[in-house]
């Protein structure tokens, strides 16, 4: 039994109120209600999967209270001694999601752009720019891993599965800075460093094909899942990674160079990989049921996610329909270089 316990401060003329709501709740583990001269601690302990429901109900009765904040905290049982068994093996490696709540308060409380934030993408482009150069892979995975870009990616696919259009605008915000500041950096470095086409490393992020989307699609489902499953560990930021910010960084260092030709192609690949990370990010949470679990709320939200899956659908069409663009005009420039050596070796005969 996963327990949680819920503890929150209220006025000494919310006593009636909040007995009466708890009283509601018959299936509720204990609640206990503490009396000081100037506040009320109340505290709820109940089963994991209550939780939204209660949450909603307190948002709910005390709206008027605006400054109400509820304290979430795992609660664990301590079994006697006759109760204590070895653990199996199969209960070493189970799951333990995080309840929706938790998703979006961590996402909520995590989502800012500050100094530390700053200097990560920052260090990451660099780092990411001499491995590309170099074609040192360890060195490009290596910025992989501290780049702080899972978040804003991550981030928005939370605001837009819960409708929240504030935390929508702000981590769009940061997302873009973010990725602005790498690609300003980038045009500079490219601006100083020769950039050569024949480098393997930046070669490889000047063409786009469709395993690119699956790719990003397949990242974002990593990324997603690692965040409702509590599993953060640095080999998701490189799956996450991965997609996103090497092809920035070439993108930025080609404009800096002056190779327009070989940057469009690059910006279709960055746009593409950001547009199946939120996709990815959106279909991953929805299948989890991270989003409202009150009907009111979930009608907002249901209209904001169909809003913005069918705009990155749309947008992901017709990146798709560039890309086969792309190697449309590839095959047709391999055939036209094959004939013409066909020709010249035929006249040499």
């Known amino acids: 039994m996963n327990l949680r316990l819920i503890k929150f401060f209220l006025p000494l003329a919310e006593e009636k109120n909040i007995k009466q709501l708890l009283s509601s709740y ?16 109340v505290n709820i302990l ?14 709910q009765k005390l709206a008027h209270l605006p400054d109400l904040e509820l304290l979430l905290l795992p609660a664990e049982t ?31 409380e995590s989502t800012y752009l500050n100094s530390t934030e700053v200097s990560l993408v920052i260090l990451s482009t660099a780092i990411a720019a001499i491995g590309l150069v170099e074609g040192n892979q360890v060195v490009i995975i290596g910025a992989m891993v501290i780049a702080p870009l899972l978040k804003p990616n991550m981030a928005l696919g939370v605001a837009t599965t819960f409708g929240d ?32 086409l024949g480098m393997e490393e930046i070669a490889i992020r000047t063409s786009v094909n469709l395993s690119d989307v699956v790719l990003a699609f397949a990242s974002g489902v990593a990324g997603a899942i690692s965040l409702t499953a509590g599993e953060q560990k640095a080999v998701v930021g490189v799956m996450v990674s991965v997609a996103l910010l090497p092809p920035l960084v070439v993108l930025g260092m080609l404009i800096g160079s002056g190779l327009w030709g070989s940057a469009i192609e690059t910006f279709v690949l960055v746009s593409t990989n950001i547009v199946c ?19 009111w709320q979930k009608f907002q939200a249901n209209k904001i996610t169909g809003i913005a899956t069918a705009f990155w659908l749309i947008i992901l069409a017709l990146l798709i ?11 047709n420039a391999s055939s036209f270089f094959s004939e013409q050596s066909t020709v010249y070796y035929t006249n040499i005969k």
């Open 165 to 196: 259009l504030s935390l929508a605008v702000r981590t769009i915000r940061v997302g873009l800075t973010q990725i602005l500041i790498s690609l300003v950096l980038s045009i500079l470095l490219g601006m100083f460093v020769s950039v050569d």
């Open 321 to 331: 329909s560039v890309i086969f663009m792309f190697q449309f005009n590839e095959v």
């Open 78 to 108: 301590i079994p006697s001694q006759a109760n204590i068994q070895s653990p199996k093996s199969s209960d070493k490696h189970q799951d333990k999601p995080i309840y929706q709540h938790e998703v979006y308060t961590q996402i909520f």
């Open 46 to 59: 109940l089963e994991e999967e209550q939780v939204e429901t209660v949450v909603a109900d307190l948002k």
């Open 277 to 295: 990370l939120n996709l990815a990010a959106i279909a991953t949470f929805w299948v989890r049921d991270v989003r409202p679990q009150q009907w």
């Open 26 to 41: 018959p299936w509720l583990e204990t609640e206990s209600i503490f009396r000081s001269q100037h506040q009320l601690l």
